[in-house]
């Protein structure tokens, strides 16, 4: 696990300044402080920060092949690596180190860029090629890893595995994309290759970028098919359990690839157990396992996590966070994320990465098994909306549901009738209404509400579901619920493993992600529906996959996810943040919101006459965004200081 980046002009244009470099590596100190190297010649230079997990005495990059006409960085780790070795140097490659980087290096060197294809593992690397005098950029196929880039109008490339690198760099100057503002507010982050960052893209997972005399191509090299679901296929729901079951170990296996220890994050959920029971039966000492949770009821799964950890015998640790430490960490990991937390859960994940770290330099995680096979209530919920509404609106007139709208709103209590405005009895039977706009932050008709006259003019045409719309209708034969599933692994996954990445590299440590395993991953996506969700039983395959393994306890649990007292915290000990944040002289200065619906939102969440709690928390990270990376203020003022991690039980 490392970080990457570089600076490229075209021929004839001024050389690389090599103090760029070095502050594009300083940038990234917390990715590797094990090592660090800078490869500069002329117009090209590469940069490279190291934690040391595979070939600790060498594997020093930027690493060339045997003439110095080909050199890589390289971020990630392969898994097979290992049994290439002896085909390459039979073809004449002569290896100096035992990392699996130079194999990656001679790969490229037999197959150009098809090495991509042999490649199983998690990954963003840079080949610089000197005989061609042209870069080549792969990422992994899930998008496991980061890249982000700048390509200039006088073509020249910036790229690195975080965005904090390219602004050292002077790649582009510290502006809000507008443009992208829709997506954030409706999708928790940006859907597409857009970041919040005017002129910074990211390449896209499966896919790869050619830079050469200034001109970018990207292409890509990896795709699921959603629409072969296998529905008519007459096979034995046992043998796909079994055939899933056997991907599933050989996933988890590859992954304990290490020369350093290693652990996993474990919080009580099927998805973290399951990886626990597997690995358990791998290794000979305990596993060492890292649980987090706060002092509240709602918000605690840790009599969960002991369950799992007391059956198989773990080495267990475990933290509870305080609402002051919560709130004075979110500078600090605004900065690692570079953009906006987009989710609540990427506190306690620094938590337990910093509680990990002291003990492990790579963990496994649970991250991608939702996404793969229908873990969230949303998919169920809006198939039985769409089934249900569709009757319901072609059996009853517009009176007849003005009517039931009535009564329910007159006799049910307040909040019942809030979750019923959220079924077909209020909302049309489509996917617009029930899926897209149900569970946004912010939908279309709020947004138009909260953006000031100025800023809806501009925006007006901006559809914030497009991103997500161009993965939701590509794949025209595959069933609703293949659909919803290939829409999140292309859009709502890649947040969360960017959350994963950044919260864990914050703290110096490696996270693996053992259900994303691209052979794991194609075979999950074929599988018919009913092995995903199967009546009220969610990631059916995997419930199935485990039984005999994890306690029943564990098996015949509901989705926690990763519970944040957000709700009742906005009500009291982070009112403040609101103040300052949602409603504050800065934030209304900027323009950007109209300042009556910022105090009805902040109103109506503290008086509990409504939850707006994901939208606060989307309010308060951006405000905090902008005045660090935008104004470049270090927010030192609004905040106490950063906490430590509290101490460990």
């Not at 080909?70 to 002896?86: D, L």
């Not at 085909?87 to 290096?105: K, M, N, P, Q, Y």
């Not at 220890?261 to 000979?284: E, R």
């Not at 569970?439 to 947004?447: K, W, Y």
Request: proline share 5%; hydrophobic share 40%.
């Amino acid at each position: 696990m490392c970080g990457i980046a570089g600076i490229l002009h075209p021929e004839g244009r001024r050389t690389v300044d090599v103090r760029l470099l070095k502050a594009m590596a300083t940038a990234m100190v917390h990715r590797g402080p094990d090592d660090h190297g800078i490869f500069q010649t002329g117009t090209v230079g590469l940069v490279h920060r190291r934690l040391s997990i595979v070939d600790l005495t060498t594997g020093h990059q930027p690493m060339p092949n045997e003439d110095g006409s080909v050199h890589i960085v390289f971020n990630g780790e392969i898994y097979n690596h290992a049994g290439y070795r002896s085909g390459l140097e039979a073809r004449g490659h002569v290896f100096a180190t035992h990392s699996d980087t130079e194999v990656i290096v001679h790969l490229y060197e037999d197959y150009g860029v098809g090495c991509v294809e042999y490649l199983r593992g998690m990954f963003a690397f840079a080949i610089w090629d000197q005989r061609k005098r042209e870069l080549f950029i792969a990422r992994d196929r899930l998008g496991v890893k980061p890249l982000y880039y700048v390509h200039t109008d006088d073509g020249s490339l910036f790229f690195a595995s975080e965005i904090k690198a390219l602004l050292a760099a002077n790649a582009h100057r510290p502006e809000l994309n507008i443009a992208a503002l829709p997506d954030y507010l409706a999708n928790h982050a940006t859907c597409d290759d857009t970041t919040l960052f005017a002129g910074v893209r990211r390449l896209p997972a499966g896919h790869t970028l050619r830079w050469k005399d200034g001109k970018v191509e990207i292409k890509r090299y990896w795709d699921v098919n959603p629409g072969d679901t296998g529905e008519g296929n007459s096979r034995a729901v046992a043998n796909y359990v079994a055939e899933w079951r056997e991907l599933f170990r050989t996933s988890v296996k590859l992954r304990l690839m290490s020369d350093v220890p290693l652990g996993m994050f474990l919080s009580g959920g099927i998805d973290s157990s399951a990886i626990a029971a597997v690995m358990s039966q791998m290794v000979a000492e305990p596993i060492k396992t890292f649980s987090v949770a706060f002092n509240v009821p709602e918000a605690n799964e840790l009599d969960y996590a002991r369950i799992v950890a007391q059956a198989f015998r773990t080495d267990h640790h475990e933290v509870l966070l305080e609402p002051s430490e919560f709130a004075a960490a979110l500078p600090h990991l605004i900065w690692h994320e570079d953009e906006p937390l987009g989710h609540s859960a990427s506190v306690p994940l620094y938590f337990v990465s910093q509680l990990a770290q002291r003990h492990v330099k790579v963990v496994l995680t649970g991250e991608g098994s939702d996404e793969l096979l229908a873990g969230y209530y949303r998919y169920r919920t809006t198939l039985l909306n769409l089934s249900a509404g569709r009757v319901y609106h072609r059996f009853s007139t517009d009176g007849i549901r003005r009517l039931v709208r009535g009564v329910v709103a007159g006799l049910a209590p307040d909040s019942l009738a809030r979750k019923l405005q959220r079924t077909f009895l209020w909302r049309s039977p489509d996917i617009d209404a029930l899926y897209f706009d149900n569970f946004a932050v912010f939908t279309r008709e709020m947004q138009r509400n909260l953006f000031s006259k100025d800023l809806r003019g501009q925006l007006e045409q901006v559809n914030p579901y497009s991103g997500m719309l161009r993965y939701f209708d590509a794949p025209s034969s595959a069933s609703l619920l293949q659909r919803m599933l290939y829409a999140d692994l292309k859009t709502y996954l890649h947040e969360l493993l960017m959350k994963q990445d950044q919260m864990s590299m914050a703290a110096s440590i490696e996270s693996r992600v053992p259900f994303l395993d691209h052979k794991l991953v194609e075979f999950s996506t074929a599988l018919p529906d009913r092995l995903k969700l199967r009546g009220w039983t969610t990631k059916y395959v995997l419930r199935e996959a485990m039984k005999g393994l994890l306690p029943e306890s564990i098996l015949r649990r509901g989705k926690m996810g990763f519970p944040v007292p957000l709700r009742r915290w906005f009500r009291g000990e982070f009112r403040p943040l609101l103040e300052e944040f949602v409603v504050g002289e800065r934030t209304i200065a900027r323009g950007l919101f109209r300042p009556d619906f910022l105090q009805r939102l902040v109103q109506e969440h503290v008086a509990a006459a409504a939850d707006h709690t994901e939208r606060l928390w989307a309010l308060v990270n951006f405000e905090m965004w902008q005045r660090q990376f935008i104004d470049g203020e270090p927010l030192k003022g609004a905040l106490p200081q950063v906490a430590e991690a509290p101490r460990a039980r």
